[in-house]
C-alpha cells in the first residue's frame, strides 16, 4: 500500500507510536507533519525523518484551538492540503476514582478528547474540498474494556469510539473515513511510566504489574510493537472506500476480541 501524493498529521508525533506512523507513512510516500507539544521535539524528529521537502515539525498543544488551528495551517501553507489525520496525541494518569483530582480529569480528556475533537475540527474541511481524506483516531484495547486506577484515560478512550462514528456518517457523503486503532500495550514512555505507578497503587512489584496486569489477558504474554501499530494506520490510511469506515481495530494481542 502506498501514500503517494498524500499529507499526513500525526499529533504527539515526536516519539513513540505517533514517531513510528510518521517513518511508516514517510517509506510508504506520505509527506508528514509531526505535531508535538514540544516544537523542539517534533522539529527534531522531523530532521531524523527527512527533509523540508517531506516533513515539517511544528509545535501544538491539541487542547488548545488557536494551536491546532495554527498548526493546521501552517501544514497546510507549507504542503498544500491534509489527506490523513492520526490524533495520536495522549496522556496518562492514574488514581483510584475517590482520590482522582478533578484537575487531572479535566487534563486528561482535554488531551485525549479535546484534542481529537479540535484537530478533526481543523483538518476535516481541507479533507471535505478535495472530497477524499482518512480520520484516524488512537484509541485503546480500553476503548472497549475498563481496568482500575483508569477512569479518566477509559472514558476518554471510549468517548473517541463515538466520535469516529458520528465522523464516518458525516464524512460519508465527502468520501473521508473515520477509524480508530486500539492498541494493547506497546513499551512507550507512556507504558513504561504506568508500571511503577501501578505497582505503588496497587501494592506489587514491577514484574507482577506486567505479568499480572498488563499482559495477562493477551495470548502469548507478549507487548503490542509500534510497528505492528503502524501498519495497521497504513493500511487504514491507504484504503480507500467506505466499507471499513466507522470500525475500531484492536491490536493487542487477542486482550480484546471482537
Not at 67 to 94: H, M, P, W, Y
Not at 220 to 246: C, P
Request: proline share 2%; hydrophobic share 45%; with cysteine.
Amino acid at each position: 500500500m502506498t501514500l503517494d501524493d498524500k499529507v499526513a498529521l500525526i499529533t504527539g508525533a515526536a516519539s513513540g507510536i505517533g514517531y513510528g506512523i510518521a517513518k511508516r507513512y514517510l517509506e510508504a510516500g506520505a509527506r508528514v507533519v509531526i505535531a508535538d507539544l514540544s516544537v523542539e521535539g517534533a522539529t527534531k524528529a522531523a530532521k531524523e525523518l527527512g527533509d523540508a521537502k517531506s516533513v515539517l515539525g511544528v509545535g501544538m498543544d491539541v487542547s488548545k484551538e488557536d494551536q491546532v488551528n495554527a498548526g493546521v495551517e501552517r501544514a497546510v501553507k507549507t504542503f498544500g492540503t491534509v489527506d490523513i489525520l492520526v490524533s495520536n496525541a495522549g496522556i496518562q494518569i492514574v488514581h483510584p476514582i475517590e482520590e482522582f483530582p478533578f484537575a487531572d480529569w479535566k487534563k486528561m480528556l482535554a488531551i485525549h478528547l479535546d484534542g481529537a475533537f479540535l484537530t478533526t475540527k481543523a483538518c476535516v474541511k481541507h479533507m471535505y474540498q478535495k472530497n477524499s481524506g482518512a480520520l484516524i483516531y488512537m484509541g485503546s484495547v480500553h476503548s472497549h474494556e475498563a481496568s482500575p486506577l483508569k477512569a479518566a484515560y477509559v472514558a476518554a478512550k471510549h468517548g473517541l469510539l463515538g466520535l469516529a462514528r458520528v465522523m464516518a456518517k458525516e464524512g460519508a457523503k465527502h468520501n473521508v473515513r473515520a477509524n480508530v486503532i486500539c492498541p494493547g500495550f506497546v513499551k512507550t514512555p507512556l507504558v513504561e511510566k504506568q508500571i511503577p505507578e501501578q505497582a505503588k497503587e496497587l501494592g506489587i512489584s514491577e514484574e507482577r504489574v506486567v505479568k499480572e496486569v498488563l499482559l495477562a489477558e493477551t495470548v502469548d504474554h507478549q507487548f503490542t510493537t509500534i510497528e505492528d501499530v503502524a501498519e495497521v494506520a497504513l493500511f487504514l490510511a491507504a484504503f480507500e472506500t467506505n466499507a471499513l469506515t466507522g470500525q475500531s481495530i484492536c491490536v493487542s494481542h487477542g486482550w480484546h476480541m471482537g
